[in-house]
């Protein structure tokens, strides 16, 4: 049996990491398979374990001395989100039916909330879907996108979490 055969029948781990509200996952970069070859397989089998566990977004560090593997993940769909002097950050959004949700790199987030009151001083919560505890309540709202104003911002999360359209009094 050649080295290459015997290199092929390797088993490998599955990469895990630090899990997230969002069911996103952070790898553990100390985790990352020792050859390009096995880290391959390594990310396909892993990328079809976080599919079947419906994981939604993948963070993948690659360590600064490590960049051989960098084209390996953008093979099997990771994409550049940042570099630092000792990393490059991949993600993958993994979620079919919802548009990529994972933030840009910046600087800053900013967050808003919509308080919405109908005729009769109801006002409007939504619950969480990503809280740590069940019957999480909360204003409608998110971030704003890149460039967006606030008021905008605040009457697309209320749209987008509640299909109401609602108009900014501020």
Sequence with gaps: MTYTENHENMEVKLLTG???IYS????????????????????????????????????????????????????????????????????????????????????STIGVGGLVVNKKREVLLVQERFAYVKNYFKLPGGCLDMGESIESGVEREVFEETGIRAHFRG
């Design 24 to 107: 996103g996952i952070t790898v553990d970069s100390k985790l990352l398979a020792k050859t390009s070859a096995l880290f391959e397989r390594q990310l396909e089998q892993s990328l079809v374990a976080w599919r079947q566990a419906k994981r939604r977004g993948i963070w993948l560090s690659i360590p600064h001395d490590r960049t051989e593997l960098i084209p390996i993940a953008q093979k099997l769909g990771f994409v550049l989100h940042h570099a630092k002097p000792d990393y490059v950050m991949l993600t993958h959004w993994l979620d079919e039916k919802e548009p990529n949700q994972l933030p840009s790199y910046a600087m």
């Design 18 to 20: 630090r899990g997230d």
